[in-house]
């Protein structure tokens, strides 16, 4: 008998003595402080054998490994010396950005209030171990920094739940990671950039502290890697590189040339009852047509000699970039052999008016300008019949699926990128983007300029003075009936003195002829092409084709 209370004696003090000291144990694991931590040895690394610098080789900055990366001291003594002011600048944004959201959780869920005891980022500011600028043909400025931060923060957060205050402290942080930093598009309005698009090349590595009621719950088995394996996929999920982070600086319409949304088709059709301007009782009439916004020369109809009631049936056709604010600008002349041209009337037609892929005709009376208060308006100047065909590109069809004046311009398209279904014939727009040659060199001076040619077209740029690296970022449209699978464009670098000598005053610095049906069957190609007949002379090219 005793024996068996013996046994039930000590089955009963093993089961309440094993919780009892393994709840003392993981206590002096969690409260105890160390003793045997030494200050660590600082020895010069050519003093290290093998296997102690393959174990350090981790922390060896970037400029050291890679050639590519540039070692940029200047700029950690500048967020050192700005960091105590950052530090209250980051504060705050995080304060008045989190106050919203805890004020909607607070009445909710038993929950009496929410707010932060402390925050502060620590004394130690992060460290650029070195900085990659990525060279693109794209409108933009790429550079990939290598950022480190093992931070000495204090973040405590109150949770009033009830009548129990629970505190969570986050504290010694460590965060290494490699964004890709993107500047785009360039505009020439400061501070010269729409947009900050950030995306990371690899998965960071994230190591922190936490406090629960005072507890490190960091501590206890498995928590740890599980934490820390859902921060790092959750981070990946949202900025992990091909998912980007957009912060908007400047809005797409400040500074940022529109891209074209579509062609519109117009056809003058006649004239009725114009003004006498000659002593002969008659006129010369020709229409001059542009579209508003545009920098391009106005179209010109044919002449009709001694014709009041002109009748021309001819076609032409212009680039839209925003439907909902241009409008069509008519200008009716007479045309003089010798002096000015009379100006017999004009009109103008808004874009807003048209429904997309339907042919509308007008017929407009001509006035002298557009102010309506202009008494001379009254007078009977004639009419003007044209009809107009909206065409959008195939990308923008869904934008403009009914009457133009039911939707608002939805910004510039700046970064738009054709999306093909695989349809490519038919008319279309075939866009030419100058960006910069480089290395272009003439015998007798240097001021390039670049000259297109295509199907019998000839487009010039600008001239820039005296250099061998010209940046022009200019572009150049041709509207065609069809795509051009088949077709070859010429660009040549010219060079043109600007006094007049006895000496050549023009010279070739090289050309290139690119084949079209890389373009159409891609939609874009954004190349560098070596300039034939150029000793080092190249030229960067961007070419789109937009199919309505």
Not at 160 to 170: A, D, E, R
Not at 180 to 191: D, G, H, S
Not at 300 to 324: A, H
Not at 398 to 426: M, Q, T, W
Request: proline share 7%; hydrophobic share 40%.
């Amino acid at each position: 008998m005793m024996g068996l209370v013996g046994c039930l004696l000590g089955i009963i003090g093993f089961g309440i003595g094993v919780p009892i000291g393994l709840f003392i144990g993981f206590l002096l694991f969690i409260y105890k402080e160390p003793a045997d931590v030494k200050d660590p040895i600082i020895r010069p690394l050519h003093d290290l054998d093998t296997s102690s610098l393959l174990d350090i080789l981790p922390e060896i900055p970037s400029w050291m490994k890679h050639p590519d990366y540039d070692r940029i001291d200047w700029l950690n003594r500048f967020i050192s010396d700005m960091w105590p002011f950052l530090n209250k600048a980051i504060s705050g944004i995080i304060r008045s950005t989190m106050e919203p959201i805890f004020a909607e959780y607070t009445g909710k869920l038993q929950i009496i209030s929410i707010y932060f005891k402390s925050l502060r980022h620590g004394t130690i500011p992060p460290i650029i171990h070195g900085i990659k600028v990525v060279e693109t043909n794209q409108n933009e400025l790429v550079f990939e920094p290598v950022l480190r931060w093992a931070g000495n923060p204090d973040i405590t957060l109150v949770l009033n739940l009830l009548s129990l205050k629970i505190t969570l402290q986050l504290l010694d942080v460590q965060i290494c990671a490699a964004p890709r930093i993107a500047l785009k598009p360039l505009v020439p309005t400061f501070p010269c950039f729409t947009r900050i698009s950030v995306s990371l090349m690899e998965k960071p590595q994230v190591d922190f502290g936490l406090r629960l009621l005072g507890a490190d719950i960091m501590a206890i088995p498995g928590l740890y890697q599980y934490i820390q394996e859902m921060i790092s996929k959750q981070i990946a999920s949202f900025y992990l590189w091909p998912q980007t982070l957009e912060i908007p600086i400047l809005d797409g319409s400040v500074g940022a040339t529109k891209k074209p949304v579509g062609i519109l088709h117009v056809k003058v059709v006649r004239a009725l009852k114009l003004l006498k301007m000659d002593l002969l009782g008659s006129s010369d009439p020709y229409v001059k047509l542009s579209l508003s916004g545009e920098r391009l020369p106005a179209k010109k109809t044919s002449i009709k000699m001694r014709n009041l009631n002109p009748v021309w049936n001819e076609d032409f056709k212009l680039t839209v970039k925003d439907p909902q604010s241009q409008v069509l600008q008519l200008h009716v002349y007479d045309w003089e052999k010798v002096g000015t041209h009379d100006k017999l009337g004009m009109q103008v037609v808004p874009l807003r008016l048209l429904t997309p892929h339907e042919t509308q005709e007008f017929s407009l009376d001509l006035v002298k300008n557009t102010n309506p208060n202009d008494p001379q308006n009254k007078k009977p100047r004639g009419q003007l019949v044209v009809q107009m065909t909206f065409n959008p590109f195939k990308e923008d069809n869904e934008r403009f699926s009914g009457p133009l004046d039911r939707y608002a311009s939805n910004g510039s398209g700046v970064g738009r990128l054709p999306k093909h279904d695989g349809s490519i014939c038919g008319a279309g727009l075939l866009s030419v983007i100058l960006q910069r040659a480089e290395g272009v060199e003439g015998k007798y001076h240097n001021n390039p300029y670049a000259v297109i040619i295509f199907k019998g077209e000839k487009k010039k740029s600008k001239l820039v003075k005296r250099t061998r690296d010209p940046c022009w970022n200019e572009e150049f449209q041709f509207v065609l009936e069809e795509a051009p699978l088949k077709d070859m464009i010429h660009i040549e670098v010219m060079s043109k003195r600007r006094h007049f000598s006895l000496l050549r005053r023009k010279e070739s610095l090289g050309h290139v002829d690119i084949n079209l049906n890389d373009v159409v069957h891609n939609g874009r190609i954004n190349e560098k092409y070596d300039l034939m007949n150029s000793k080092y002379g190249v030229i960067c090219i961007e070419i789109r084709w937009e199919v309505t």
